[in-house]
């Protein structure tokens, strides 16, 4: 019996040696062959003379007019001398050291031959002859080594593909391949390879990306539906304990926030684990959201736990929830690695005994001498600044404890997609009422003497003003130089009539809190610093962000930073200083003029940064794909997700004829492989 499983040494003419080149490649079965598709082909498609551009890679077809001649150079070289009669036209063809071809081509023959033109000289420097006479050859271009040529490739993909043909099955579900018009799986397999034109490549390649979504999201879903079932705290809590504390709130929720609101206390109090990924553009409101998630769960009788990525935001969320719970069973306490020994020794008893039943803090949460009562919820700030371990170990200090990460960095729906898969989504897509996007504009160096007027105006008008410049250099030491001189450039400008004030990554933390209070308090209004201001801090009668160097920063990091602004009520602007020298350098700086949208913005930045540092995987958390391009194709990734979500949603999918195939796919060991 004929399996995919089988080992390329069946074939004929596949000894030891070519099993190792082959092995090379990655390529040890008949399905790593069949799957094994070509990055490109070289279209054999016959051209005009008059349409070939000066040193093109073309076919052109003539007749021969002459006997061809070799001419030799010493004893080792030789050049084959052919004149083509094209159309009216006469080419000169050459073909180095391929003497024998001669005998190919006698006068009055009618050739196809391949190579590159030089259009000054009417001359073809000749690669292959051509066997097929119309012309239409596509021929596969195999990513190869110097062991194996690309030439064998296709010979054993040929061969493989005969022998085997019978034995390719669909996974994919009948309705889906006829909705979507997709091919069989025997039929991309045969196209990828060998094309008959540009079209049947196309088709093939269109099918084999969705296959390729489409089964990723099946395993994604059916992981996730599985992983969750049972095994999570069902938490009950008093509903109108919850309601009474939202009526006391200077503001109502916005719909989006009631509407994550809702899915977090669904979560929380059924018996599915929650994983869930919350996600909203700054200024959005995540904060009281996740302060409902946590009184809803201390309510039920459990414990809460938020890590923060820093101590100065720690710090933050500790006193602002603090303040917020001031008149609940709410007993909060923060921990964090400058919490003083003594201090520590005295906390860690009431953690555990659940006197304490919200701990804040950063990493120093996670240690293995911080025991809970019962940790009922776990809430991860910045999630993407911790590890994946970090994360876990939070969520295992207790089983079943329901999880939520949150991010003020929105993540670009390619990676919603792909590699936050697994995880249940809520978005607050919606901003409070009142807010005004923040105006952006970007200026050269050379024109900033233009701003400081408008600058002005804003000080006099009583609001603040972020100044911040980035790390430049390597060195940390030459940063605090830059921000030393514009933080001295700033105070000639403005001093006395509005202070200026200087935070920098050297200086200790104590220090930075420090500085991060009295701008707070309006001691001072002009804040000049490097990057450490920190993600969520929130001085709201900050109206203007300028940004020196703008194009040294990524896209994201841009929005966050603008983020800092336009929290309150009045009109805010963002200033971006910078002399881009590269042509990314100028599109970012577009991108964040144009949009304010979190989200377009890190789809965009996916975008931009380019294959390169998209196939740098750990850092993107991209998913390897070998034929569909995740941030190109995203539209139909998406659809393949939702198909595949329909199907999970399914009762009883599992046992439904129809997807027999595809649940056996989906929950095969690594021992058996299908297309995909
Ligand atoms: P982020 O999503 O960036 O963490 P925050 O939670 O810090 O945003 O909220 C930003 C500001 O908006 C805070 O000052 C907060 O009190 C305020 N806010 C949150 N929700 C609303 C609302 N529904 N209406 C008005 N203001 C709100
Ligand atoms: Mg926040």
Known sequence: MKDLNDSVSVLKGVGPKKVEALDELGIDTIYDLLTYYPFRYDDFQVKDLSQIQDQ???????????????????????????RLLV??????????????????LPVGKEVLIYGRFDKAKASLSGIKILSSVDGNEMNPIYPANKHIRQKTISDLVKLAFDEYKDVIDDVIPEDIIEKYKLESQRQVIKDMHFPSDTKDAYLARRTAKFNEFFLFQMRLQALKSEEQKDAGLAIKFNQADMDAFINQLPFSLTNAQQRVVNEIQNDLSSTRQMNRLLQGDVGSGKTIVAA??????????????????????????????????????????????????????????RIKSGEINLVIGTHALIQDSVEYKNLGLAIIDEQHRFGVNQRAKLRQKNDGTNVLAMTATPIPRTLAITSYGEMDVSIIDEL??????????????GQFKNSVGFIKERLKAGEQIYVVTPLVEESEAVDMKNAINIYDNFKNM?????????????????????????????EFQILVSTTVIEVGVDVSNATMMIVFNADHFGLAQLHQLRGRVGRGSSQSYCLLVSDPKTETGVKRMNVMVESNDGF????????????????????????????????????????????????????????????????????QKNNKKMFD
């Open 87 to 104: 159309d009216n036209d006469v080419v000169k063809v050459t073909f180095f050291n391929q003497p024998w071809l001669k005998k190919q």
């Open 432 to 445: 409070p009422n009142g807010r005004q996007p923040v105006k952006t504009a970007w200026i050269k160096e």
């Open 494 to 522: 403005f001093e006395p009539e509005f202070k200026v004030g200087l935070l920098h990554g050297r200086m200790k933390d104590e220090d930075k809190n420090l500085v991060m209070t009295e701008f707070k308090n309006n």
């Open 292 to 349: 409902l998630a946590i009184l809803a769960c201390i309510d039920g009788g459990y414990q809460a736990a938020l890590m923060a990525p820093t101590e100065i935001l720690a710090e933050q969320h500790a006193n602002k929830l603090a303040t917020l719970f001031k008149d609940t069973k709410v007993n909060v306490a923060l921990l964090t690695g400058d919490t003083k020994p003594a201090a520590r020794k005295e906390l860690l008893p």
């Open 600 to 667: 377009v913005i890190s789809q965009k930045d996916l975008e931009l940064r380019g294959p390169g540092d998209i196939m740098g995987k750990a850092q993107s958390g991209l998913p390897d794909f070998k034929v569909g391009d995740p941030v190109a194709d995203l539209t139909m990734l998406s659809v393949a997700q939702q198909e595949a979500i329909q199907i999970v949603s399914t009762n009883d999918w599992q046992n439904n004829p129809m997807y027999s195939k595809l649940y056996s796919y989906v929950h």
């Open 56 to 82: 093109e890679k073309v076919t052109i077809k003539g007749k021969i007019a002459a006997d061809p001649v070799v001419a030799h150079f010493g004893r080792k070289r030789n050049l084959l001398n052919i």
